[in-house]
């Protein structure tokens, strides 16, 4: 059967058309002008094309290689960043090099439409990781993609009070309800509940050997099957994938894409078993997710350098993503945490890490606050302006003390050894001040009062006071032990009143009586002489 939206191709063999056939280039020549992932792919992986008869050919990609038929089978890995690709190329070039591909790099490309993505990864049953960085995609595109991708043979998607329910073509009085994922063991779940009143049934059926709608099911999770409709409008027994939900993928990049969020809900559909998102550098004001949306699937989310300053905007990502465990908000402007710490805990239980670096948080009471997280053990609060006033050995002390349960503190590690230490310093740092945080409290109560360290100066004395003899002249002077025997003799010159080239240099140790050592080493230090308080440096002129 032939899909809409991308031409047809041989469904059984899957066998790609010779690239540089006559029929592919007079497909290419009706298509519209850009760089195609296509041709793009060939042009970096196909390394016969650069072959020198008198050069020396080093593989630049090992794992790709060319079939006896003139077929490119990419490797597991593919990074195309900056190739200036805007459209996807013809499907029948990609369905057979693109089968084995797991992790695709389109990072700094020149795609603005979800559409051509999407006619991308429909070919790459395996994929596990896209990045589509700094891709300039248009947000009012996306939330259209998925009925006009593939001439509606879509997911039909019912949102009632933000509930979402997901059907492949089946009516539920038929199939019942059968979401895109319902399993938190599986680690994949819907975007949304289902809501159990909406029937629907696709506008045209997807045939179970499409090539668009196979699926390796080994590699598919039991809870992210749906069921599909055969051509015939019978409930196939296979349980097919749709073109447009993408199971398999893991984590999905959109850095500096600027989607806006109603595009965010959409992908998210799209990407039912997402665990890794990066949100970074796309210049959101506010969370605008729907009050009732759940992702239970997701585990790490990367949300830097966003315009975010207040606490209720990051709530309503623990709202939508309840099993978060590592969260990344460096470079926001977020001034204070939330003042309600059940709200907190109810919103992040499973918060393993937080990263605030460069942030905007405004005092100790604010950093307090992150106590309220029950499963926080890892924070990172480097570059805050406030603490960056600190003194580095007091501040890595008091973030120890008032974090009791954190094991790792700005990436490093933190043994019982260093916070029992921290937690002393923190007594003794307030023990003796009229404002005592509750932290002081109970530490008291299980150290005690700590008594003031003694002042024990270990660094070795460099200035001692000597007397200085010339004749029948003795004066006292301050001098410095780290200075040569050349420098100090020219400081004398004065009291001797002759150049330091006409006199020698004695220094008698008063404590010792092996009379007094002529200092003959011009650049020898001071201090090696073992200088002592009291003692002489005696001038003798030359003769």
């Not at 939900?245 to 600027?258: A, D, E, S, W």
């Not at 890794?276 to 830097?304: A, C, G, K």
């Not at 003694?454 to 007397?467: E, H």
Request: aromatic letters at 6%; proline letters at 6%.
């Amino acid at each position: 059967m032939e899909s809409a939206g991308f031409p047809s191709h041989d469904a059984e063999s899957g066998s790609a058309l010779d690239p540089h056939g006559s029929e592919i280039e007079n497909e290419r020549s009706s298509e519209q002008p850009g760089c195609s992932f296509a041709d793009a792919a060939w042009d970096k992986f196909n390394w016969e094309n650069d072959l020198d008869d008198l050069g020396i050919y080093v593989p630049k990609k090992g794992p790709a290689k060319i079939t006896d038929s003139g077929h490119l089978i990419l490797p597991w890995h593919v990074n195309m960043d900056c190739c200036g690709i805007t459209k996807a190329g013809q499907h029948s070039d990609m369905t057979g090099m693109c089968q084995h591909v797991m992790e695709l790099d389109l990072a700094h490309n020149n795609i603005t439409s979800i559409e051509e993505v999407l006619r991308i990864i429909r070919c790459m049953p395996k994929l596990t990781f896209l990045n589509l960085t700094s891709n300039p995609l248009n947000s009012s595109a996306i939330a259209t993609a998925t009925t006009n991708s593939s001439g509606g043979n879509t997911p039909d998607v019912q949102d009632d009070e933000c509930n979402v329910s997901v059907t492949m073509g089946v009516s539920q009085s038929e199939a019942g309800a059968v979401p895109v994922a319902t399993s938190v063991n599986n680690r994949v779940n819907t975007a949304v509940d289902a809501n159990p009143n909406t029937e629907t049934t696709p506008t045209t059926p997807i045939s179970t050997c499409s090539p668009a709608a196979s699926a390796d099911n080994n590699n598919i999770p039991n809870s992210a099957q749906t069921t599909m409709c055969t051509e015939d409008g019978q409930n196939s027994a296979a349980s097919s994938v749709h073109p447009d939900v993408f199971p398999t993928v893991r984590q999905l990049v959109l850095n500096g894409t600027c989607v806006d969020w109603s595009s965010i809900v959409v992908l998210l559909k799209m990407f039912p078993s997402l665990e890794e998102l990066h949100l970074s550098l796309n210049n959101y004001t506010s969370v605008d997710l729907p009050l009732h949306l759940t992702y239970p699937s997701l585990t790490h989310l990367f949300f830097n350098n966003e315009d975010i300053d207040t606490w209720s905007q990051v709530s309503g990502l623990g709202r939508a993503f309840p099993n978060l465990r590592h969260l990344y908000l460096a470079g926001s402007a977020i001034t204070s945490l939330d003042d309600d710490g059940s709200r907190m805990a109810q919103l992040f239980p499973c918060l393993e890490m937080l990263s605030l670096n460069k942030t905007q948080l405004k005092g100790w009471d604010e950093v307090d606050k992150l106590r309220h997280l029950p499963a926080l053990t890892d924070v990172r609060v480097l570059g805050i302006p406030f603490l960056e006033e600190q003194e580095e050995k007091s501040r890595r002390e008091q973030l120890v003390t008032r974090l009791p349960n954190i094991k790792r503190l700005n990436g490093s590690c933190v043994k019982e050894e260093e916070r029992l230490d921290a937690e002393r310093a923190f007594l003794r740092l307030y023990q003796d001040s009229h404002y005592k945080p509750d932290r002081f409290f109970e530490l008291e109560k299980v150290h005690g009062r700590v008594n003031e360290l003694a002042n024990v100066n270990l660094k070795p004395q460099t200035v001692f006071s000597m007397d200085i003899v010339f004749d029948k002249h003795r004066e006292r002077m301050e001098v410095n032990a780290k200075q040569t025997v050349r420098d100090f003799k020219k400081s004398l010159q004065n009291i001797a009143g002759m150049p330091s080239s006409k006199f020698v240099l004695f220094y008698l140790d008063k404590e010792t009586h092996f009379g007094a050592d002529r200092m003959i080493y011009p650049d020898k230090k001071l201090y090696s002489y073992n200088l002592k308080d009291g003692s002489e440096f005696i001038i003798e002129p030359k003769h």
